[in-house]
């Protein structure tokens, strides 16, 4: 762990393993939190906050979350090996992520150069109002197992850039990467206690973040039942909250759409990282008469995908990220049946002796669904995506928002006029159109209803992280 720049055990010595999952086997063994640990590494944020990074020149926060995203770059490679090991991610994908991981620290240690607040003319000539913008306190950043580092620095960076102090808890599935990042911040010069990394499960360790009256802020990402539940928790001591939670966002695909590039976006949304991506459309709505050819397509590239070992340049899809959720995800394919859909392109693995682990699962679409079945309606979270069928644009719209989700949507049409009505009438936080859902560190990305609260990525991350002051000066 890091707390109060130095690396450290926890308190108690105790440690709990971070498993690979295409082998089973433990990788390391991880000092494991407790909440005393929780509450030395708030003190420690709150410390730095007080003494020196709050009133820390622009300039020179700049300056180092500059030198990290320097340091981080020379160590993309190794990073993106203890992903593969420690997530199961295909290493070309692993590397593929993590090589935009100095960019988001790029992104915003320029960002926070252009921080202001604005001189308002109020109605009243006696008086000179401005309004100045300041960082909160001490931030709690909750990440969870499926995009480790990147998600952590797409937390981290902002509030650090706005001038906050910072405690993260990785996920207790996936904690290898941040730990690594701790030794690159030490080396960074940042001062102690500006990032703090803690270890282990969401109770105790996240919830001690979360109850600590002293945390001004928690950053979580993750499913939606742990982000009600801190929701409800942060209300004690009303913290500021961005929650960016589950989805299951929707592909909107019309007759006169280019339905190669709509098959390729659909392949990929449930093979890239074993479809354990929140932005996922995972609900696939066809046009009657493409809906065939579209399925066909569709189940021929799921069949021929490259599954194995995360280790080889060759695999495209490797395990889901634990034996548990692998089981999970079985979970759904029975109650798919049992509901009346059926799961196609779902090639039996029991020949497959290369793969080491029960953590593999192959590729699968749910036909003959409708979006009332609990495969339309509820994240599966795995490489599992429901077709439903539609005929009128406006059958297709009330598909998309019949969901207590709101993240993202796909729309491919080649009429431009039925694009942009869709755009406002898809009540979702990112609508794409005519390309799949890629989000990138200079947009913001967050959800609408139960996907979140608050946006990550772009200028509106570093505003979330920051409180208005407004100043009335007597004249
Ligand atoms: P999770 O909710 O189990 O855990 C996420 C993190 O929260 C972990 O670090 C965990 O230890 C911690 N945590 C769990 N319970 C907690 C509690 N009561 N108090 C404090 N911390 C707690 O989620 P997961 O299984 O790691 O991740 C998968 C989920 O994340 C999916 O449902 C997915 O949709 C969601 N997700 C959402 C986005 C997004 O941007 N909307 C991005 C990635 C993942």
């Known amino acids: 762990m890091l707390i109060d720049g130095k690396e450290v055990p926890s308190l108690s010595g105790k440690t709990f393993p971070s498993i690979d999952p295409s082998t089973g086997k433990t990788l390391a063994d991880v000092y494991e939190a407790g909440v005393e640990d929780v509450a030395l590494a708030v003190g420690a944020a709150q410390k730095a906050f007080e003494s020196t990074w709050r009133s820390t020149l622009p300039?020179?926060?700049?300056?180092?979350?500059?030198?990290?995203?320097?340091?981080?770059?020379?160590?993309?490679?190794?990073?993106?090996?203890?992903?593969?090991?420690d997530a199961g991610k295909p290493i070309t994908a692993s590397r593929a992520w993590l090589a935009g991981?100095?960019?988001t620290l790029e992104y915003y240690a320029g960002c926070l150069l252009t921080l202001s607040g604005e001189t308002l003319e109020?109605?009243?000539?006696?008086?000179?109002?401005?309004?100045?913008?300041?960082?909160?306190?001490?931030?709690?950043l909750i990440v969870p197992w499926n995009f480790p580092l990147s998600i952590a620095l797409l937390k981290m960076a902002p509030a650090v850039a706005a001038g906050n102090c910072v405690v993260i808890k990785p996920s207790e599935v996936?904690?290898?990467?941040?730990?690594?990042?701790?030794?690159?911040?030490?080396?960074?010069?940042?001062?102690?206690?500006?990032?703090?990394?803690?270890?282990?499960?969401?109770?105790p360790v996240g919830a001690a973040l979360v109850r600590d009256p002293r945390v001004a802020k928690i950053s979580f990402t993750g499913g939606t039942v742990s982000g009600k539940r801190i929701f409800r928790e942060a209300a004690d001591t009303v913290k500021r909250l961005t929650l960016e939670l589950g989805g299951k966002s929707a592909s909107l695909v019309f007759a006169d759409a280019d339905v190669d590039k709509a098959v390729n976006v659909a392949f990929t949304d449930i093979v890239r990282n074993s479809g354990q991506v929140c932005g996922a459309c995972t609900r696939v709505l066809l046009e009657e008469p493409i809906?065939?050819?579209?399925?066909?397509?569709?189940?021929?590239?799921?069949?021929?995908?490259?599954?194995?070992?995360?280790?080889?340049t060759e695999t495209e899809m490797g395990p889901m990220v634990s034996s548990d959720q692998a089981a999970k995800v079985r979970g759904y394919v029975e109650i798919g049946?049992?509901?009346?859909?059926?799961?196609?392109?779902?090639?039996?693995?029991?020949?497959?002796?290369?793969?080491?682990?029960?953590?593999?699962?192959?590729?699968?679409?749910?036909?003959?669904?409708?979006?009332?079945?609990?495969?339309?309606?509820?994240?599966?979270?795995?490489?599992?995506?429901?077709?439903?069928?539609?005929?009128?644009?406006?059958?297709?719209?009330?598909i998309t928002n019949d969901t207590r989700y709101g993240l993202a949507a796909c729309v491919f049409t080649r009429d431009a006029g039925r694009a942009m009505r869709l755009v406002r009438s898809v009540s979702a936080g990112t609508v794409c159109v005519n390309t799949g859902v890629r989000s990138s560190v200079d947009a913001p990305f967050g959800g609408f209803r139960e996907s979140g609260?608050?946006?990550?990525?772009?200028?509106?991350?570093?505003l979330d992280d920051t409180q208005l002051k407004n100043v009335r000066y007597g004249l």
């Not at 008086?127 to 300041?134: I, Q, S």
């Not at 809906?291 to 080889?312: C, H, N, T, Y």
């Not at 609260?453 to 570093?462: F, N, S, T, V, Y």
């Open 101 to 103: 991981g100095p960019g």
């Open 122 to 140: 109020v109605s009243d000539r006696t008086l000179m109002d401005f309004t100045l913008r300041e960082p909160l306190g001490v931030c709690g």
């Open 337 to 398: 049946k049992a509901e009346g859909a059926t799961p196609r392109a779902y090639v039996d693995l029991a020949g497959r002796a290369d793969l080491a682990s029960d953590a593999f699962l192959p590729p699968m679409l749910f036909h003959g669904a409708t979006n009332a079945m609990r495969v339309a309606r509820e994240e599966i979270f795995g490489p599992a995506l429901t077709v439903i069928r539609f005929r009128t644009e406006e059958e297709a719209v009330a």
């Open 291 to 312: 809906a065939d050819a579209f399925i066909a397509k569709l189940e021929a590239k799921l069949r021929a995908v490259k599954l194995g070992m995360p280790e080889s």
């Open 453 to 462: 609260i608050g946006k990550e990525r772009g200028k509106e991350a570093l």
């Open 174 to 203: 996936t904690p290898l990467s941040t730990v690594e990042l701790g030794a690159l911040v030490a080396e960074a010069g940042f001062p102690p206690g500006v990032v703090n990394i803690v270890n282990g499960p969401g109770d």
């Open 59 to 85: 300039r020179d926060r700049s300056k180092k979350l500059m030198k990290l995203a320097e340091l981080l770059s020379a160590k993309v490679e190794m990073m993106s090996w203890l992903e593969c090991y």
